[in-house]
């Protein structure tokens, strides 16, 4: 969120890269990526019946609402101009981001869970369009489209303990001035669809307590997502749980380099 209160320089906490530690590998990178791969065709072609959903009821949620999966964004046709996903070997899970310009246009994040057999058991997505947190696909599109989310080599690679801790200190921040998330220098932010470079910190007045985390951790792509809610942004949401959102982290060399932001709201703009 933009605040006014950017009260300290990126200093980046010194946390080097740790060595890695193979994670006991419950679903391969190839398979998550097939299957993942499946959603974003389906979401393009309008189709809810993705062929590695599990047999029976798949809980569905859009903003933390479930819903019939036939009924969301998946049986639309999506004209999808940008996709970006991360895979979480360990929890069996991926996360997607995916922009859409034209027709409708969405920034849509979705989390895919999924069992040993690599079927998808549970689906939640943060679905924004107009009026939603800084809302603006073609901003998004534009600076999603020049970040560099590359592989990072296995000699550099952060475990995701570090990942996690990283995200969660930015989260964490928001509340208490005394945590010093390990930010990159610059950090930048693309919220909604504004891009800010520079400081990545934001302070609020506390009591701000962050809850409903759910995580997707890439080691390879040094990527953390965290579904989470926001305490007091939309008045017409009660403080708890709080207003649906989204941030999805680069972390090079311990150091949160890029966030994503999707932030979802009941009135327009999140006005009072
Ligand atoms: C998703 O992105 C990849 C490149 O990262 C591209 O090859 C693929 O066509 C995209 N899918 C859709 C449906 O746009
Ligand atoms: C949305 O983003 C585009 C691309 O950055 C920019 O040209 C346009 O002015 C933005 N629109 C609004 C309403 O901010
Ligand atoms: C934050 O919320 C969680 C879940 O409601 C609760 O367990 C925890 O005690 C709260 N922490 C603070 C500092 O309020």
């Known amino acids: 969120m933009f605040t006014p209160l950017l009260l300290l320089a990126a200093c980046g906490a010194g946390t080097l890269a740790s060595p ?35 047999t ?4 569905y949620q859009e903003n ?24 979480d070997t360990t929890q069996c899970a991926s996360y997607t981001e995916i922009v859409a ?3 409708h246009a969405y920034v849509i994040g979705t989390r895919l869970a999924f069992n040993a057999d690599l079927k998808i058991v549970k689906i939640e997505s943060v679905v924004c369009d107009d009026g939603d947190w800084l809302f603006n696909a073609s901003g998004s599109l534009t600076y999603n489209k020049k ?26 921040a928001w509340g208490d001035k005394s945590i010093k998330p390990p930010f990159a ?33 890439d080691e390879e792509l040094g990527a953390v997502d965290i579904f989470h809610n926001f305490p007091f942004l939309d008045s017409a949401i009660p403080r708890d749980p709080g207003t649906q959102t989204n941030n999805f982290m680069r972390v090079e ?9 999707n932030t979802v709201c009941a009135k327009k703009g999140c006005k009072k």
């Not at 499946?38 to 993705?50: D, H, Q, R, T, V």
């Not at 400081?199 to 962050?210: D, K, S, W």
Request: glycine fraction near 6%; charge should be positive; aromatic fraction near 8%.
């Open 64 to 87: 933390d609402v479930a819903m019939d999966i036939s009924k969301g964004v998946l049986s639309q046709g999506i004209k999808i101009d940008f996709n970006r996903s991360i895979y």
């Open 253 to 261: 060399d311990g150091k949160i380099k890029y966030i994503h932001e």
């Open 185 to 217: 220098s610059p950090c930048a932010r693309l919220e909604g669809g504004s891009y800010l470079s520079g400081n990545c910190l934001l302070n609020f007045p506390p009591p701000f307590n962050v809850t409903n985390r759910r995580y997707t951790i």
């Open 147 to 172: 970040e560099v989310w590359d592989v990072i080599p296995e000699s550099k690679r952060n475990t995701r303990e570090v990942l996690k801790a990283a995200g969660d200190a930015y989260i964490d």
């Open 20 to 54: 890695v530690v193979a994670p006991r590998v419950a679903c391969t990178r190839a398979q998550l990526q097939d299957a993942t791969a499946e959603y974003i065709a389906a979401l393009s072609a309008g189709s809810p019946k993705i062929a590695s959903l599990a």
């Open 56 to 59: 029976g009821t798949v809980p």
């Open 101 to 103: 310009t034209t027709k």
